[in-house]
């Protein structure tokens, strides 16, 4: 029997710091993300995201550490990295003076594409982001929405298999941001590694295999959303009761918080199944006629508070980071 090993991860970081003067913005950093995923990195405004960011694409030095990216070495092969990745910042870098093609068709010679290769794949995304109609009008004339998919667009005439996108569904509207949550399933569905940061918790939660939180320079907590959901205290599972006599037995039995109007009891519970299986034994074995149950559990709001002990508004990451 043939074994087949897992393929290499997209990412690995290994005690990443880097500080600016006496400011410590990251302070040990240790990342792990398999390719084909989609993986979310929360924290403040300030906490270092960006940073982080940058120094994953390149564009700035960790003072210690190291980062395999795509199996290539961070400092030892910068060349081979960028030829792999794609980057979309936190704001469209699009040049609104030029139409959508001419945007597409300079990207496309900026990576020495050829001239009838540039104008295929420009063709290609055009059609892929729904710009063909806008293809010759300037940027500058595009909804917040477009210009959104232009710049993800451009990023991906390189055809990269890891994607940094920095909170690239700031300023859009609803409807534009569950299109650009679309398209990122979709490249992820190709095998596109995504590497997303966000100030929308329901974005990483829609979209994120895997979701780190960045505080205090620190990693504090990494795994799944419904993982992380599990960690918070204030999950319970709410049975519903046809009568009086139901709800006053189960409570005598099962404990937890009563409202009496709504023939209702909250169990405390994590939200997993061992729990909710532990506690569908007790009311099989006590006879308990329940007529409905749900499941609740804290959100990543709650997580996110939990976690950091600040507002997401917060921001003492230094002017040089974001730069």
């Known amino acids: 029997m043939t074994s087949h090993s897992p393929p290499p991860a997209a990412v690995t970081a290994t005690g990443l710091r880097k500080s600016f003067g006496d400011h410590v913005v990251l302070d040990g950093i240790d990342l792990e993300i398999p390719a084909g995923t989609i993986f979310s990195l929360l924290g403040p405004n300030g906490a270092g995201k960006t940073t982080v960011v940058k120094i994953l694409s390149t564009l700035i030095g960790a003072d210690s550490g190291r980062a395999r990216i795509l199996g290539h070495d961070l400092v030892e092969e910068p060349d081979a990295v960028r030829a792999a990745i794609g980057v979309t910042g936190q704001y469209a870098a699009v040049d609104g003076l030029l139409t959508g093609e001419e945007n597409l068709m300079l990207m496309g010679n900026l990576h020495r594409l050829g001239r009838r290769r540039a104008r295929r794949r420009t063709g290609e995304l055009l059609e892929r982001f729904d710009l063909v109609g806008a293809a010759r009008k300037p940027a500058s004339t595009y909804s917040g929405g477009m210009r959104r998919r232009l710049d993800l667009a451009m990023t991906l005439v390189g055809e990269p298999r890891l994607i940094f996108l920095d909170e690239p569904t700031t300023g859009l509207d609803p409807r534009s941001r569950r299109g650009m949550w679309d398209i990122t399933r979709e490249l992820v569905a190709d095998g596109v590694t995504v590497f997303l940061t966000t100030q929308y918790l329901e974005e990483a939660d829609r979209l994120a295999d895997r979701i780190a939180v960045l505080d205090n320079g620190g990693i504090v907590a990494q795994g799944t959303a419904e993982e992380l959901k599990r960690r918070i205290p204030g999950g319970h599972i709410r049975l519903r009761f046809g009568g009086t006599g139901a709800l006053e037995a189960a409570a005598r039995i099962l404990g937890g918080a009563r409202d009496d109007d709504a023939l209702a009891l ?24 329940v007529e409905e149950l749900s499941v609740h559990t804290p959100d990543l709001d709650d997580v996110f508070l939990a976690l950091t002990g600040h507002s997401s508004s917060a921001d003492n990451e230094p002017k040089a980071a974001r730069r």
């Open 266 to 289: 909250q169990v405390p519970g994590d939200g997993g199944v061992e729990s909710l299986r532990a506690l569908l034994a007790r009311v099989d074995a006590e006879s308990i006629d």
